[in-house]
């Protein structure tokens, strides 16, 4: 869970954290809207920005969950959800591998 308040800006980063990069990032906007910017896996090449409102869902996955993305800039009092306005994202993201993709040195998992 992320706050940003009205003079906030994310700039163009890669989520990375996880240990593994095959499940997607989910991203919920809430509060007042916000100017997204998504770009490629690189830092080479167009970026496309669109405004996100409260409730929107965003999905990094597939060939686009390395992109670059960030926020330039938040729309003050577009949203009365909080009282003294501001923007929550609520980042869901897996950060371990599933138990059944870890396999012991035997090659079995042990798992019934």
Do not use: W
């Not at 670059?68 to 501001?86: C, E, M, Q, W």
């Not at 869901?92 to 079995?108: H, I």
């Amino acid at each position: 869970v992320n706050f940003y308040a009205a003079d906030a800006k994310m700039g163009l980063h890669q989520d990375r954290d996880e240990q593994d990069f095959d499940a997607p990032v989910v991203s919920v906007s809430l509060g007042d809207d916000c100017l997204f910017r998504v770009g490629q896996n690189t830092r080479e090449g167009g970026t496309k920005s669109f405004r996100l409102k409260s409730g929107d869902v965003v999905v990094l996955g597939g060939e686009g969950r390395l992109a670059f993305h960030g926020v330039d800039r938040i729309y003050p009092a577009t949203s009365a959800l909080l009282k003294n306005g501001g923007r929550i994202n609520l980042t869901l993201r897996r950060v371990t591998v599933p138990a059944e993709a870890v396999q012991p040195a035997g090659g079995r998992s042990g798992l019934t």
